[in-house]
């Protein structure tokens, strides 16, 4: 046997060892054979680098450490999840369901435990693992290759037949208890900071630039879905996709079950809450999806949501402890927000030491007195809460929270706005260091510019230290002057400055939300931006041109043309773009809108373009995609399946399509659209 035949059969040794070690935990040989197979792997790639393949599992050992994490754009976004807490809103989830199918006399759904972690996006070629990326914001998330390849849990190379030349699989990276536990006690030992719970552990550890500090990290991972594939794959149901996942290689949750009806999947969600301590893992709730894949596809996605699944979330962890005192605290927009200090308490994983109190109401409707006896609410990643307060331990000497009379940052007067129940600082954003934090690190943060760097600590120096006075101020900065700063090397400037530098090609959705103008969101900047194609024509917009933009009512539009009226806002703008701040044209900029002031619906099941990416393309041409056909429907375009709304469009005479028909109109007007 040659030396690269040795070094095949090795691999091919020691992956399927690996494989029942850390996926089947059935282990077949001891750790000192593993050890002196993986020995014998390491002696003989050493000898001949030249026959090292990227799958092998001397990879796994980390590769050197990165300057920054390169961002990926999502194939397939990856969307969230509607919740339930109760089975009412479980049953109503069903009920919308079938409403919604042509048929649903075959309806049935898995259901499986929602681990606690942190969610991947791992892409093979033909067998092989080539990406790695988290979540991000749902369209793009960052390049975790390296560390998630040192994961023992997650196949660098697959196994059997049948295998799609492409395709992604999703699934959660977490920390079992007992591990993260044994890992603390060994950090401890050695007079090192303890990971503060599992799931920040998971977090950290697949932050971490260097992938060797990963690799010390006891992370593992249940696969639990397939974002999109390329071949002849054609699986029926979720429960047929895992099952050939882990025939394939990858360890899936033994808890996953299929269920008939509601009723089951009721049982199902009493079963694990009773077994949730005994899991060896973190679980906030569990998820319910619909088990046929074809029903998933006539169901489809609502803005970020899928339509066919359901987390129904398990109660809070709660805990009592003391309100020590109130502090305010300063928003973007100068909204004054009371939080909570406590006295530390251990709840949710987590030690508490203060809480949101949300605004002033909140406190009245509380009855709350500093010095007061305190529920604390906390749920996986959700901000702890005070719930209420235990009158019966309040103590004697408790007093009354007192409203600030001016802003606890510029001094400025306190305002309550008609009609608002929150209290404000008068002052600008200009004139208030708070604010001007808070527009900074919100200008910076991953929905709008995605500055990767400029954390809290550092915008705190430069606004204290006069280098940074708004946004624009960023674009200035240098190496010399970073270097200055607290904690700050060069090397660290160096990144920060090429962070700075990447986050000037943008987007224009981005950038409008980046400028912090109140009432707008991610969603109306992008509705803005789709509107009006150009940051010129927005800023001249009056209100009467801003109020027909989708989802912008008279107070939004308001916010809107006040800050374009804003002298200061003016030239923070063009300071910005003087720097160089771009983005590419909108798509609705080169591509025409024939279809503005129309409405489509879509009906039955698309089999070449799936009713997401129809829906998105008939929205880049102006169309409005309803639901439900009436007399103001334009056009229907009908898939197999399609019944009801079918037949209510062949009554009221209006135009049908057939998918075909479509994809040669959408071909015509220039969108793309996918190939067979």
């Known amino acids: 046997m040659d030396v690269e035949e040795q070094l095949s059969s090795l691999r091919a040794r020691l992956h399927y060892h690996n494989h029942c070690y850390h996926v089947l935990d059935a282990p077949e040989i001891a750790d000192a054979e593993y050890d002196a197979l993986f020995d014998q792997l390491l002696s003989l790639e050493a000898a001949y680098p030249h026959f090292v393949t990227a799958d092998s599992p001397s990879q796994r050992v980390g590769a050197p450490p990165a300057a920054q994490f390169e961002k990926i754009q999502h194939r397939q976004p990856m969307l969230s999840l509607d919740k339930s807490t109760d089975t009412d809103e479980l049953r109503d989830w069903v009920q919308r369901c079938r409403n919604r199918l042509v048929d649903a006399s075959g309806l049935s759904f898995t259901c499986e435990p929602k681990i606690d972690g942190i969610a991947v996006a791992l892409t093979y070629r033909r067998g092989l693992l080539v990406a790695a990326a988290t979540r991000g914001d749902g369209s793009t998330g960052e390049n975790i290759l390296a560390n998630v390849k040192t994961i023992a849990a997650v196949p660098l190379k697959l196994m059997g037949e049948d295998i799609p030349p492409a395709f992604e699989v999703r699934g959660e990276i977490y920390m079992a208890h007992e591990d993260f536990h044994a890992f603390n006690k060994a950090a401890e030992q050695r007079q090192q900071k303890p990971l503060l719970n599992p799931r920040n552990g998971a977090a950290g550890s697949l932050r971490q630039l260097d992938s060797k500090v990963t690799a010390r990290r006891p992370l593992t991972m249940f696969c639990y879905s397939v974002g999109w594939f390329e071949g002849d794959w054609q699986p029926g149901t979720h429960a047929q996709v895992l099952r050939q996942l882990a025939l394939w290689g990858f360890r899936t949750n033994p808890m996953t079950e299929e269920v008939a009806d509601l009723d089951s999947c009721v049982d199902y969600i009493q079963r694990l809450r009773d077994a949730r301590d005994s899991l060896g893992y973190d679980i906030d709730g569990i998820v319910v999806k619909v088990n046929q894949l074809d029903l998933q596809q006539q169901l489809g996605n609502v803005t970020r949501k899928p339509r066919w699944a359901m987390a129904f979330k398990y109660p809070a962890e709660e805990a009592i402890t003391q309100l020590t005192g109130v502090d305010f605290q300063v928003g973007r927009t100068g909204a004054i927000t009371p939080v909570a200090r406590l006295q530390p308490v251990f709840v949710g994983g987590v030690t508490v030491t203060n809480a949101t109190l949300h605004n002033m109401d909140e406190i009245q409707r509380l009855g709350l007195r500093v010095g007061d006896q305190v529920m604390i609410r906390r749920a996986g990643d959700v901000i702890p809460q005070v719930r209420g307060v235990v009158l019966s331990k309040r103590p004697a ?280």
């Open 397 to 676: 000497d408790a007093s009354e929270v007192v409203i600030p009379q001016n802003c606890p940052s510029c001094g400025g007067v306190v305002r309550r706005p008609e009609g608002e129940i929150v209290i404000r600082c008068s002052a600008s954003s200009h004139l208030c260091p708070a604010q001007r934090k808070e527009s900074i690190r919100h200008f910076a943060s991953r929905l709008a510019l995605d500055i990767d760097g400029l954390g809290d600590k550092i915008i705190e120096q430069l606004v204290d230290t006069g280098l940074v006075t708004d946004a624009a101020d960023l674009f200035a900065l240098n190496v010399e002057v970073l270097s200055r700063l607290e904690r700050m090397a060069q090397k660290s400037a160096d990144n920060l400055l090429r962070a700075i530098n990447a986050s000037k090609l943008t987007t224009l959705p981005r950038f409008i939300y980046a400028l912090g103008i109140r009432e707008v969101g991610e969603a109306t900047a992008r509705a803005l931006a789709v509107h009006f194609h150009d940051l010129v024509y927005l800023r001249s917009a009056d209100l009467e041109q801003l109020e027909v933009v989708a989802d912008v009512g008279p107070v939004v539009a308001k916010s809107v043309y006040d800050y374009f009226r804003d002298s200061e806002n003016l030239r923070v703008i063009d300071a910005l773009l003087a720097h160089g701040i771009s983005w590419e044209p909108m798509q609705s900029d080169v591509v025409a809108q024939p279809l503005k002031d129309q409405t489509w619906v879509l009906t039955g099941a698309l089999e070449v373009m799936p009713r997401n990416q129809a829906k998105s393309a008939l929205q880049s041409l102006g169309a409005k995609v309803a639901g439900s056909v009436s007399s103001k429907t334009s056009v229907v375009v009908a898939g197999p399946g399609a019944g009801s709304k079918l037949a209510k469009a062949a009554a009221l005479d209006i135009r049908v399509l057939d998918e075909q028909q479509f994809l040669a109109f959408l071909q015509e007007t220039g969108v793309d659209i996918p190939s067979d």
